[in-house]
């Protein structure tokens, strides 16, 4: 079954360069798209969209996510306002994720997939946590995340906050998972894995030819508690597991990193995120890309799934605590497929786009595009929504699940969670 885009102003996401055509996409992970200047030789055997006006482009994804904070908002205050980053994941984040169980995972799942489509992602490298419900967990996730459309990373987050019997199920997740699935090797960050749990998970690293997807530096306690018990910093000590070997780990945030740690990072093969709404809420600091080299993505960090809203942060934040221009912030923003399709991950390919209804009171052409992208294009300009060929987004309106349905049942949850959470 192939879809019909007609009258087409594609735009190749790399070159920046518009095309009138019409488009054939072909449905499946493997599938492509073919240009069709004549719409009479084409003879498509599913739905027929036309696209006078719009702007046909690569869907989007996202670089880091933690699904299961969709059920997080709107939620009350802690038992104890939080004083610093340690004090945040100690009464809200980990608070919330022990209290997860299959119900709950489903449920965020389900939501977040729902978020991230209408936002135009078609793609998703999630971190996920749930201490008390572990076994089988990510399987839960790539269900609901299938269900919706979206292809995904996925990863448990590996830690011995919570005893080395949690840090061995979370092992243990991992290999099942990864038996089955593409996914990464994931671990809370630096300052929560022993040695032990820590070698144990760059072995996992290598047999399935994976790469970390761990938190680096996200705030000073990362790097101060590494340093005081393992007597090095904190890229030294990933560095010295081979981790930084592979071009599929990803270290999220690295905002306090030296000036050697950074030339470490750039020396690698190893990918970073900016997640700048989750720097912002948690008081951590500003990342800063000056020194890290050009393997440098965007993610939201569970705060949200809009990746359009995450590049301006990105720019914005950047003109005074980072060096970046329009340009530059486009790029980070679309490095996750480089980083996706050079690794050979699947779920990304040409068949995945977004088409943009996008009204401009000035000409949008190559040249300027990506100053229209970080000072004008809005999330309420992605009309339909293109994953694998399939439409999983039509007219803003999801279409592979029932929206209400998903969002009542997951209210449900959030209202379990938080009476779980005492909250
Ligand atoms: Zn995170």
Not at 201 to 221: T, W
Request: hydrophobic letters at 35%; a negative charge; charged letters at 25%.
């Amino acid at each position: 079954m192939s879809l019909f885009l007609k009258n087409v102003n594609y735009l190749d996401y790399k070159t920046l360069k518009f095309t009138k055509t019409n488009l054939m996409v072909e449905s499946g992970v493997n599938g492509g798209i073919r240009f069709m200047d004549d719409e009479r030789s084409a003879h498509p055997d599913g739905e027929i969209i036309d696209c006078q006006g719009k702007i046909v482009t690569k869907s989007f994804a996202v670089g880091h996510h933690h699904a299961y904070s969709a059920l997080a908002r709107g939620m009350g205050a802690p038992e104890k306002k939080p004083e610093n980053f340690y004090e945040i994941l100690k009464y809200v984040w980990w608070k919330l994720d022990k209290a997860f169980d299959r119900e709950m995972i489903e449920a965020s799942a389900l939501s977040t997939a729902i978020a991230c489509a209408k936002a135009g992602s078609t793609f998703v490298i999630d971190h996920h946590a749930s201490p008390e419900y572990i076994p089988g967990s990510l399987e839960i996730i790539a269900k609901a995340f299938d269900k919706v459309g979206i292809s995904h990373l996925l990863c448990y987050e590996i830690s011995d906050r919570d005893g080395l019997e949690k840090a061995e199920e979370g092992l243990e997740e991992t290999a099942q998972y990864l038996n089955n699935q593409q996914g990464l090797v994931g671990l809370h960050a630096s300052f929560t894995v022993g040695n032990k749990t820590m070698k144990k998970a760059a072995d996992l690293m290598e047999k399935f030819d994976s790469g970390f997807h761990i938190h680096v530096a996200e705030d000073a306690y990362d790097e101060k508690v590494t340093l005081e018990t393992y007597g090095k910093t904190v890229v030294e000590r990933l560095k010295d597991y081979g981790v930084l070997n592979s071009s599929k780990t990803i270290l999220a945030h690295c905002l306090h990193l030296s000036a050697k740690e950074k030339e470490e990072v750039r020396n690698s093969k190893a990918w970073i995120v900016q997640n700048p709404d989750s720097n912002l809420n948690n008081h951590v600091g500003f990342f800063d890309g000056r020194g890290l080299g050009d393997r440098i993505m965007l993610g939201t960090d569970g705060m949200h799934s809009d990746m359009i809203r995450t590049v301006q942060q990105s720019y914005f934040l950047g003109q005074t605590f980072d060096s970046i221009d329009v340009d530059g912030a486009y790029r980070r923003f679309r490095n996750v497929h480089e980083y996706i399709n050079s690794n050979g991950f699947e779920g990304d390919g040409e068949n995945n786009l977004v088409v943009l209804d996008y009204k401009s009171p000035t000409p949008v052409k190559s040249e300027n595009f990506t100053g229209h992208f970080v000072y004008g294009l809005q999330t309420a300009d992605i009309q339909h929504v293109i994953s694998k060929g399939k439409l999983i987004v039509k007219d803003r309106h999801i279409e592979t699940v029932n929206e209400d349905d998903v969002q009542a049942a997951s209210k449900e949850q959030a209202l379990w969670l938080w009476r779980r959470m005492r909250i």
